[in-house]
């Protein structure tokens, strides 16, 4: 049986991460992925504009119930670091002014994404939404396949720790910067460090340094619950 998902998320980046994961955890199977949110061209480049503020507002408007009449599942992908803004509103510290451990954090982002998912056709068929929260970017899930000391569990300046590794570990490649991560040179390089993956099990090691990471393996592991 076929399995169809329509992913939301940020940009080019994040789509080609997820639609890696995907594609290596049901390797074997019928899957197929399409991004509507942003549109992206056959050759990989974004069509439109994307970021986080796109991505919550296609949780309100009907991308949603869109995706789900001609596909199984959607997956939203969004990253944590912006998440105090405006209009995401979802500090990183509790109301004592104690930064929120990621498993908080991860739930306060999944809790304001459903918020924003009022229409009832949707409600009802929630257990086919997936959740791809990265925390704090997508970057930082791929640490655990460059580093095996405590580098691989960061949050923070993740594109910059990848960098380093890169640096060292294929030399002569482009950095990655915020500028080229979603054009050909940065798109390379991501496939380049996701190519360490050969199986599901090697996807399912990289995920557990990560909680967003994780609880996403584990919707897709559910997926065949469904």
Known sequence: MEKTFGVICEGPSDYNVIKKIVEIYF???DVYLTCKQPEIHSSGKQKGTGGWSLVLEACKNNTIKDILDFNNYVIIQIDTDHSQDKPFDVPH????????????LYKDI???????IIQPEIIAKKNNILFAICIHSTECWLLPILYTDNRKEHTNNCIT???IAINKKYKGKTVLTKKNKNEDSGIKI??????????KSDVENTSKHNIGFMNFIISLNNVNKI
């Open 110 to 116: 999944v809790e304001k994404i459903s918020s924003l």
């Open 161 to 163: 720790a990848l960098n």
């Open 27 to 29: 390797k074997g199977e």
């Open 190 to 199: 991501y496939k380049k460090i996701m190519s360490e993956w050969k199986d």
């Open 93 to 104: 510290v509790d109301n004592k002014g104690k930064i929120k451990s990621n498993n908080q």
